[in-house]
């Protein structure tokens, strides 16, 4: 397997909590390294162009209005098949559903406050670290 990367995002209802730590430790007990990070306050104009894909769903509105509800952690993780790795430890994105020591299984509140985000390809990997990171602030 390839060493790749992913996007990670830890949502308000994680940052609020302050769980990032706590993530950020499962992370590494999993075998990722956190190769950028940084905390921001997403703007209204971010989340709506971020979560463009949604834009059509029901809960377009809600999403983008709750990532910009308070500081996010947006970071770049580095591992082996990290896309995979990374949905995996997530855990569904219903925590209901989400097996025992993921993160939406341990840490998410509910579906709407499920802690954390994770590029679901390497592709959207690829454009979503871009929309956050410059490539001289990935290093690692």
Known sequence: ??????????????TQRNLTGRINAMFEENGFRIVAQKRIHMSEGQAKEFYAVHKERPFYGELWS??????????VLERDDAVAKNRELMGATNPAN??????????AQG???????????????????????KPEEIVG
């Not at 397997?1 to 994680?14: C, F, G, N, V, Y």
């Not at 709407?112 to 679901?120: L, Y």
């Open 66 to 75: 709750f990532m910009i509800s308070g500081p996010v952690v947006v970071q």
């Open 98 to 107: 989400a097996a025992l020591g993921t993160i939406r299984g341990v840490i």
């Open 1 to 14: 397997m390839a060493t790749e990367r992913t996007l990670s995002i830890l949502k308000p209802d994680a």
């Open 111 to 133: 579906i709407e406050r499920n802690s954390v985000h994770g590029s679901d390809s390497a592709e959207n990997a690829a454009i979503e670290i871009a929309f956050f990171f």
